[in-house]
């Protein structure tokens, strides 16, 4: 699809479904279809908390050397869950230590509280806005940002140049993180991308929305088209992936 589209790259999401998970096998993909991996997903997201074992620090590592392997420069990661104590402890080191092991950048996403009857909970370590820690590298998420009640272009400004990947979405602010395609929310996406253009932003944006509503292949297509269209038309002749 993303080759068929014209998108520049694509970013791995390592999953349940085991070619996410082969780094052999994305290879041979990203060969045969000439659409380079430019960046690897952790598996340290709630859904993905038993792929590649239990443990979330060998995971990390796993996919850092899977990013090397594969040519890509970032890898995305989560911060902890708060009853992950133990991964939390020292994570802002130890994310750095990989990054410099692994000669790979890894980029710790913004995140949100979670809401559930009117009331607010903090669930991740050390916290969920990445802007308040020591992290080299920042991803931002628009969504999140809409489901944190933030502006992702005052999140961008606060990131700075630590911001070195985009995850290019739309959102409401419902506590659900919707990930419409870019421009169907209330975000300033055009005037982010804009604000990336003008510093002559060097990272990534990385289409990431649902389709789950596409009335098939055509239509799922036609979306993942428009928010490529989208993105060239703000940022310029940027990568998209």
Not at 6 to 34: C, K, N, R
Not at 142 to 166: I, K, N, Q
Request: glycine share 10%; charged share 25%.
């Amino acid at each position: 699809m993303a080759a068929r589209v014209g998108y520049d790259g694509v970013e791995v999401m390592v999953w349940t479904d085991p070619v996410s998970q082969d780094e052999d096998a994305i290879a041979e993909l990203s060969d045969h279809f000439g659409v380079p991996v430019t960046s690897v997903h952790a598996p340290t997201l709630l859904l993905t908390q038993r792929v590649w074992g239990k443990e979330p620090w060998p995971k990390v590592e796993r996919a850092a050397r899977m990013a090397k392997r594969l040519g890509a420069r970032t890898v995305v990661v989560h911060p902890p869950f708060r009853w992950q104590k133990d991964y939390a402890t020292g994570f802002e080191a130890g994310v750095r230590r990989i990054a410099q092991a692994e000669g790979v950048t890894l980029a710790v996403e913004n995140m949100y509280p979670w809401r559930a009857g009117g009331r607010e909970f903090a669930a991740y370590l050390p916290g969920w806005d990445p802007c308040e820690l020591d992290y080299d590298a920042l991803l931002l998420d628009v969504s999140h940002a809409a489901t944190s009640g933030l502006s992702c272009l005052e999140l961008a400004r606060r990131m700075g140049d630590r911001l070195v990947h985009l995850h290019l979405t739309d959102g409401n602010g419902s506590p659900k993180d919707e990930h419409l395609l870019p421009g169907q929310g209330s975000q300033p996406v055009a005037e982010l991308l804009a604000h990336l253009a003008a510093r002559d932003w060097q990272g990534d944006a990385c289409v990431e929305v649902t389709t789950r509503r596409s009335r098939g292949p055509d239509e799922r297509r036609a979306a993942l088209a428009g928010a490529l269209a989208f993105a060239r038309e703000h940022l310029g002749a940027g990568p998209a992936t």
